[in-house]
């Protein structure tokens, strides 16, 4: 079962063997929301969902930015360490997915590399933040991994889903100038915006199963190249 028409809800509507999980996908996708409204709406709809499990387990989706040490919860952090508790409290059958700036199909949506690409793309002007990093990760490659993570692993874990190279933003926007062969009219202001992640879990996990997903520094080039 799928909750959710989001990008992560549509891509794991293209996979099979998930008639005892529930997917769900259909929380609060903007990092930057502050709306109490929005937090609540998603909140009511988990606990619909946990409450009617019926021996089934549940997948949900948080940020990586919850692993990161000393990294400041903005309410939308705090919200989803909020739904993390509350999924902890209601049942042991779930798995919580980490995740940081997905990308996937090139077609305009506010996500971090998409609204990159398209103003780039358009010849936009945008502003760049000089000192901000971010972990990346392609929605077929984690949809992969959480398959093979529910078939192959028990529940009750909570697992960082990401590419192993953290990405400064101006990193980002050369590789999309260089698939796009096209400079991007921006303009720079310093900022401070970066956190560190253990992958250890993942990048073992990748080692004992089959699914040809390479990370490293050359991931997002090469996701864009193909």
């Not at 990586?64 to 509350?86: G, I, Q, W």
């Not at 002007?125 to 949809?143: K, V």
């Amino acid at each position: 079962m799928i909750v959710g028409n989001g990008q992560i809800a549509k891509a794991f509507k293209k996979r099979e063997g998930l008639s005892q999980v529930v997917i769900f996908a259909s929380g609060v996708a903007n990092s930057n929301c502050v709306d109490e409204n929005e937090f609540e709406r998603e909140k009511a709809l988990l606990l619909k969902h946990l409450t009617a499990l019926n021996g089934k387990k549940i997948v949900y989706f948080s940020s990586c930015a919850l692993s990161a040490k000393d990294y400041s919860l903005t309410p939308y952090y705090s919200h989803k360490k909020n739904m993390e508790s509350l999924i902890k409290a209601h049942t042991d059958d779930y798995y919580i997915f980490r995740v940081p700036q997905l990308f996937g199909e090139m077609k305009k949506h506010p996500t971090l590399v998409n609204y990159l690409y398209y103003a780039i793309k358009e010849g936009k002007e945008f502003t760049l933040y000089d000192g901000a990093y971010r972990y990346l990760i392609e929605l077929s490659d984690l949809t992969s991994i959480v398959m093979a993570y529910i078939r192959l692993t028990p529940p009750a874990q909570t697992l960082d889903i990401a590419n192993s190279y953290r990405y400064s933003v101006l990193d980002i926007v050369e590789d999309l100038e260089s698939v796009l062969k096209r400079k991007g009219n921006y303009k720079v202001i310093k900022t401070n915006d970066l956190y560190t992640l253990d992958l250890s879990v993942l990048e073992s996990f990748l080692c004992t199963t089959d699914l040809g997903i390479s990370l490293g520094k050359d991931y997002l080039i090469k996701k864009l190249s193909v």
